[in-house]
């Protein structure tokens, strides 16, 4: 697992064993409570996108973790493509 950013309880994270096209899995909590959503990272400029969400994982938190990942695509690129190569 290569964690790209991690923000309080919230984690951007790509598996080292997952498939392409290129995306992160955003992650709040730990154990019952997690909820995570993935988002398609387009690399390398983006836009990302919502590609499937917990059930349970309002608008209000989907809109959040896509603003951070966002914030976060130049480094979520870059370590997609020292994980798995090709976006």
Known sequence: MGQVRRKGNLRIVIW???????????IKGKGKGELS?????????????????????????????????VKNLEKACADWSAIHGDF
Do not use: Q, Y
Request: aromatic content about 6%; hydrophobic content about 40%.
């Open 16 to 26: 080292s064993n997952d498939h392409r096209p290129s995306h992160v899995h955003v």
């Open 37 to 69: 959503a993935s988002f398609l990272l387009r690399c390398p400029n983006g836009p990302p996108e919502l590609r499937e969400a917990d059930h349970g994982v309002t608008v209000k938190m989907i809109n959040r973790w896509l603003a951070f990942v």
